[in-house]
């Protein structure tokens, strides 16, 4: 299994980004899969969730600026992010259960899969 993850990189407050995870060796239908992430010193956090039957769920503080989604077709997970601010900015990481309609939870500890995360910085 692997999830390679793309779309990170350096924007202004305010602006967007679209990072994007895509699955090899794992089938993103019928599975839930997670964005964390983790700023320097801090601990990893989740951001959003989609479960086995495609319902998100969002970290309190981020509902309404960021969206997650999934293209099965393409066996990718997506997390668009608006109106970003400096205190968005961390390694984020894509996360897959390895069992078939397991619950999509907030808990890191919940995941086996991970991909190598890709760098988010927000400039003020």
């Known amino acids: 299994v692997r999830l390679v993850e793309s779309g990170g990189g350096s924007v202004q407050a305010g602006g967007s980004l679209r990072l994007s995870c895509a699955a090899s060796?794992?089938?993103?239908?019928?599975?839930?899969l997670a964005w964390f992430r983790q700023a320097p010193g801090e601990e990893r956090e989740a951001v959003a969730t989609i479960d086995a039957y495609d319902r998100p769920a969002y970290a309190d503080s981020l509902k309404g600026r960021f969206t997650i989604s999934k293209d099965n077709y393409r066996n990718t997970l997506y997390l668009q992010m608006n109106s970003l601010k400096p205190e968005d900015t961390a390694m984020y990481y894509c996360?897959?259960?390895?069992?078939?309609?397991?619950?999509?939870?907030?808990?890191?500890?919940?995941?086996?899969?991970w991909g190598q995360g890709t760098q988010v910085t927000v400039s003020s």
């Open positions: 060796g794992y089938t993103v239908i019928n599975y839930s």
């Open positions: 996360a897959a259960r390895d069992r078939k309609w397991a619950t999509a939870t907030m808990n890191f500890g919940d995941y086996e899969y």
